[in-house]
């Protein structure tokens, strides 16, 4: 079992300076800094130095995380100038993040930029504690905030899951495994509240998409479902079936799963079991443009239709195709969302923007024939909030139609 190492510490005098008027953005409290606005970078910087910036002038301006193999060359820890990034610093932000969580129970505690701590995401289920970094900045204080972590959290055990897509622009490896304290069982169980209760979820911290689940769709798992008694349910992307379970709790007849992942499906059924479903999906692998084209031929029609793809823009660059791909996913689900019935509709691409997503799903609805109302516009739960200085952090969208 891998602990965390000792790490470096941040090169004295190290400094970033900016093109002449390229400051405004840092003015405004941006936390990043791309490399397009760099006018040199000091002798002392390594990937993921704390440097300071400065204005072509020599006014301070941030102080920051420097990765040189990104095209977001900084990201900002302080815009103020007395304010040592050492182990106190990330005990405080930590603590002020783990703040305004709940105590008890699954929740994103730690959301990156938006809580001051760009490239750390952490995420609690139950008495475990699961960090990922997506930055070199990050990784090289990852001593200080394991340590920060056992005394604000307390957790019996500290995982890490640093194996998101972006490490490598980074010029980072993927890496799992034990920070410090237990390890996490294969599953750990987690309540989260439903309809008239709560439903248990089996979640996969070690192996699982993401840190395990999709804590960013809690609360529109039971916004979604809500008025289902007595209706067909259709859950394309189901995962391990986090809305079949919040449909099966407020009395959804039928409840079909669709995805390609045999693993994903198999825990769904387990996790059934364990909130006393058994036999009450209907678990379908398949792809889901293949499944619901399938279903439309066959005359299928459901009274919801869930939508919840992962991320099919990475991006700028992909921004094209993914709406393609969006575009086809609405339209074919309105062909088997019978009429009156409603359409949860998703995109968590951040290059996705929210008025861009309306568009697709509206050009979807002129393809398809169908009249489309927006009931709910829906968003990433609570625990996952957005700095209003950093908008690109609301990267989950997604619309709750009525389709006619």
């Known amino acids: 079992m891998r ?7 941040r ?15 840092m003015r405004q409290r941006h936390p990043w800094i791309f490399s397009g606005a760099i006018e040199s970078l ?18 301070f301006v941030a102080r920051g995380m420097v990765s040189l193999r990104s095209q977001i060359t900084v990201r900002i820890l302080t815009f103020e100038r007395d304010e040592a990034v050492d182990a106190t610093f990330w005990e405080k932000r930590l603590a002020r993040a783990f703040g305004t969580r709940p105590g008890v129970g699954a929740a994103r505690c730690v959301n990156a930029e938006s809580d001051g701590l760009p490239g750390l995401v952490v995420d609690r289920y139950g008495d475990f504690v699961v960090l990922q970094s997506s930055t070199a900045g990050v990784d090289r204080h990852r001593t200080d905030i394991v340590k920060a972590l056992e005394r604000v959290a307390a957790p019996r055990g500290i995982y890490e899951r640093s194996d998101v897509d972006g490490r490598e622009k980074e010029g980072l490896p993927a890496r799992t495994g034990l920070l410090a304290g237990e390890e996490p069982p294969e599953l750990v169980e987690i309540e989260e509240p439903s309809h ?22 809690a609360e529109n798992r039971r916004l ?9 349910v259709l859950n394309v992307f189901s995962y391990t079936g986090g809305f079949a379970l919040h449909a099966a709790r407020a009395g959804a007849r039928r409840v079909v799963n ?13 996790t059934a079991a364990r909130n006393g479903f058994a036999g009450r999906f209907e678990h379908v692998k398949s792809d889901a443009f293949e499944e619901l084209r ?10 919801l239709v869930i939508v919840d793809p992962p991320k099919l823009s990475r991006s700028a660059g992909h921004v094209e195709r993914a709406a393609r791909a969006y575009k086809d996913l609405s339209r074919i689900a309105m062909h088997v969302t019978r009429p009156g019935g409603l359409l949860a509709t998703f995109s968590c691409s951040g290059a996705v923007s929210t008025d861009l997503f309306q568009k697709i799903v509206w050009s979807a609805s002129l393809e398809a024939g169908r009249d489309a109302q ?23 969208k997604g619309l709750l139609c009525r389709i006619w």
């Open 294 to 303: 399938r279903l439309r031929e066959a005359g299928q029609a459901f009274d």
């Open 42 to 59: 000091g002798k002392d910087i390594e990937n993921g130095t704390v440097a300071d910036v400065t204005s072509a002038s020599g006014e």
């Open 374 to 396: 927006i009931v709910a516009r829906l968003t990433q739960a609570s625990d996952h909030p957005v700095l209003l200085t950093f908008p690109e952090g609301e990267y989950l």
């Open 224 to 232: 979604v479902t809500r008025d289902v008694a007595g209706r067909d």
């Open 196 to 217: 008239g209760g709560a439903v248990t979820l089996l979640v996969d911290v070690r192996g699982g998409h993401k840190t395990g689940a999709y804590l960013d769709q």
């Open 258 to 270: 669709v995805d390609s992942s045999a693993r994903a499906l198999e825990l769904s059924e387990r």
């Open 3 to 9: 602990r965390a190492e000792q790490e470096p510490r």
């Open 11 to 25: 090169a004295p005098g190290a400094s970033v300076t900016l093109k002449p008027g390229r400051e405004r953005p």
